[in-house]
């Protein structure tokens, strides 16, 4: 249905999904004034001009035109409010309607990307596909392609016990247009599903929806839940996941790899002179606060290793889901299965403008990343083993991702593929 798209995810309608390889990077006041051109122009602007404008409206401006000008499509300014709800989206807090979208540059509209289950907007009957082509209802609709991605994105955030109003299109031909209202809710969102293969109970599969902070314990929870159940083999199931935090991702990764072995690889500067490039080893790490969740001991270290495992990906699997199937196919570790992912390899920071004495934060890209081995993949995409590039059936592609974990698993050809490989091992 589309050919192009920013990877902008943003989870559960509307906290945000740190769609990249995500750092909370504590930056030093600069004992610097800003540029004299942009002070110049800005005290001209407030005094002179007919129009007005708010700080934080100029302030995304900035960023936009900074993102035009180096090609850097994530950088980004959060508003203390966005900043707020980005933080408690990282450690799984939330409030919304229950989906994940990105914003769709071919027909200038916001797609769906998955809908949660049990959440507001599955009992809705929203479907991934769904494109929201205007915000509100009635006199109050207003067109996405007219407000623009992240003004319509705003106006579909909102706090529990509020209406979410808007209107979807739906199917290959784009069918009538389908009004919804649909009440948010506030929920602590789940990073990690998991049941046993129907097929095979010798076989259990766990659904990473994304890497939050709340990403390695519920993992570690899936894992020793089924190895409890008498699983020996693992399907680890990547499709629809946008990535999310770099710490998240290295402590799941360190349950597979033997200590001292790289973790990933950056380079700091497209400029070869500039660019600082640093390695980052699997070890036992210890972290506090938000973070405690995602500190290594020791005895986690490879402690899911040696269990035959394949990983299921498609073109949305972005970012962190990318970097984890990367290394686990760099040291042989898992057979991929499934489509050539989306194909993101660079790294977002995001950086707390109150060391500044500003409100709110500004996201841009500081790197680009490589896994233990292999190349970097950004605009490439990671594509499966050898004869394991399975489309998934136009059947499967109709339901929810989530159901295939369950009741559907029978229509699940990618599964399929991905049993049929942990047979004969």
């Known amino acids: 249905m589309f050919k192009k798209f920013l990877t902008v995810f943003i989870a559960l309608v509307l906290s945000v999904t740190l769609c990249a390889c995500t750092i909370n990077i504590p930056v030093q006041p600069s004992t610097q004034s800003s540029s004299a051109l942009i002070d110049t122009i800005t005290s001209i602007i407030a005094d002179y001009s007919y129009y007005d404008v708010s700080d934080e409206e100029l302030a995304k401006m900035v960023v936009a035109a900074y993102s035009q000008a180096v090609g850097d499509d994530y950088a980004y300014y959060y508003t203390a409010e966005e ?39 599955l009992k809705a009957g929203l479907q991934r596909g ?54 948010r809710e506030a929920f602590v969102s789940s990073s990690v599903l998991f049941a046993k293969s129907k097929a095979d ?39 629809d996941n946008p990535g999310g ?29 500039k660019a600082q490039k640093t390695v980052s ?28 495992a394949a990983i299921l990906i498609n073109g949305y699997s972005a970012s962190a889901a990318e970097l984890f199937t990367a290394g686990m196919k760099d040291y042989g570790l898992a057979t991929v299965v499934g489509e050539t ?46 004869g394991c590039e399975v489309v998934l059936s136009e059947e499967a592609a109709k339901l929810n991702p989530y159901s295939l974990l369950e009741e559907n698993q029978a229509q699940d050809n990618q599964l399929a593929r991905a049993l049929e490989i942990l047979k004969n091992k």
């Not at 989906?99 to 049990?118: A, G, L, R």
């Not at 067109?143 to 994105?153: H, I």
């Not at 500044?356 to 680009?368: D, E, N, V």
């Open 341 to 386: 992912s989306y194909g993101k390899g660079c790294m977002q920071s995001i950086i707390d403008l109150s060391y500044y004495g500003l409100k709110g934060a500004m996201k841009l890209t500081t790197s680009f990343y490589f896994p233990p081995i292999s190349d970097n993949y950004h605009g490439v995409g990671i594509v499966p083993d050898e």
């Open 83 to 121: 900043f707020k709800e980005l933080n408690e989206s990282n450690v799984g807090n939330t409030q919304g309607i229950g989906i994940s979208v990105i914003e769709n540059t071919e027909y200038n509209c916001i797609e769906i990307m998955s809908v949660e289950p049990d959440s507001p907007a």
């Open 130 to 183: 769904d494109l929201v082509v205007a915000v509100g209802v009635g006199d109050n609709s207003e067109k996405v392609s007219e407000l623009g991605f992240d003004m319509a994105l705003k106006k579909l955030q909102g706090v529990a016990g509020t209406l979410c109003e808007f209107t979807v299109v739906r199917g290959e031909n784009f069918g009538d247009p389908i009004p919804f209202s649909i009440m």
């Open 281 to 308: 080893y699997c070890e036992a790490v210890n972290y506090g606060g938000d973070y405690s969740t995602c500190s290594v001991k020791k005895e986690d270290i490879a402690k899911y290793r040696n269990y035959p």
């Open 245 to 273: 935090d770099l710490a998240s991702v290295s402590a799941v990764l360190s349950r597979f790899y033997n200590e001292g072995d790289i973790l990933i690889r950056t380079s700091s500067s497209i400029d070869p002179e």
């Open 201 to 239: 109970s010798s076989v259990g599969i766990v659904k990473i929806l994304q890497f939050n902070l709340t990403t390695p314990t519920q993992f570690c929870d899936a894992m020793e839940s089924l190895i409890a159940d008498g699983c020996t083999k693992f399907v680890y199931d990547l499709r």
